[in-house]
């Protein structure tokens, strides 16, 4: 019998096997990334700024391909991640700080717990814990330094990094302008309303992100036409189309 990277049956393979949720991780995602201090490390490739939304898709895509892989194809797939790092690392001349790489799995984890809760249900803490762990051996294959030993501890440190790593700049202000290009404003609003409901205060505080109240209303019609089978085509009309494929792909049959 094969050995998996995530056991077939954990928490993280239910909240990483539905599009609906790895899209409010994204969302999440996108709030970070324009905050982080390191983010001119993703404008030196000049990706970013050129389509920011398949630059952050491709984080999360290989986010979801590391979780539902063997666990051989999974750890080649981490190997490629940390092999394409060190390749800009190579052609900047400079090292990515251990900081930056802890940001995202930290996001991850977060995310993936508080889009779980928002759509589904709560999580027990033996789940999130599930979630941590199974980041944790990410960074552990990624050779990381400084990673907390625990959800306890990651729960601290993730509050660190928070206060620490994020600041308001120009690439912040870009990257939401091209958010708003690529997404249009319906969807850019939408956008912003789920990081609302996603993000850490200082998230919040940082990109002024206010509450218009409309979003959980939505949300619960949208639970109401998932019963009926008909999110589908809510998600296929709300998606960008260049996006829709690869997005509803996302769900795991």
Not at 94 to 107: E, G, H, N, S, T
Not at 115 to 127: A, M, N
Request: with cysteine; hydrophobic share 40%; proline share 3%.
């Amino acid at each position: 019998m094969e050995k998996y990277f995530v056991d077939q049956n954990s928490i993280v393979r239910k909240i990483w096997g539905k599009s609906d949720t790895v899209l409010f991780i994204f969302a999440g995602a996108a709030a970070e990334f324009a905050l982080n201090k390191a983010v001119d490390w993703l404008y030196f490739t000049g990706r970013l700024p050129a389509d920011p939304l398949a630059r952050l898709f491709s984080t999360v895509e290989y986010a979801g391909q590391i979780i539902f892989s063997e666990e051989q194809k999974a750890l080649s797939s981490i190997d490629r991640i940390t092999a394409i790092h060190q390749d800009v690392e190579k052609k900047r001349q400079d090292k990515i700080p251990d900081w930056a790489y802890r940001d995202v799995l930290y996001l991850l984890i977060d995310y993936s717990i508080c889009s779980y809760e928002l759509l589904e249900t709560k999580l027990t803490d033996e789940e999130k814990t599930e979630v941590f762990e199974v980041f944790l051996r990410v960074g552990h294959r990624m050779q990381l330094a400084g990673l907390p030993g625990n959800y306890s501890q990651w729960r601290l440190s993730r509050e660190e990094h928070l206060q620490e790593n994020l600041v308001k700049s120009e690439f912040t202000n870009d990257l939401y302008r091209q958010y708003k290009k690529h997404l249009g404003v319906t969807r850019y609003n939408i956008l912003k309303q789920v990081q609302f409901k996603l993000a850490p205060a200082r998230v919040s505080h940082l990109l002024g992100l206010k509450n218009k109240h409309w979003l959980m209303p939505m949300l619960k019609i949208y639970k109401l036409l998932r019963i009926v089978k008909f999110d589908t085509w809510l998600k296929s009309t709300l998606l960008p189309a260049a996006y829709k494929a690869r997005i509803l792909n996302l769900d795991v049959k």
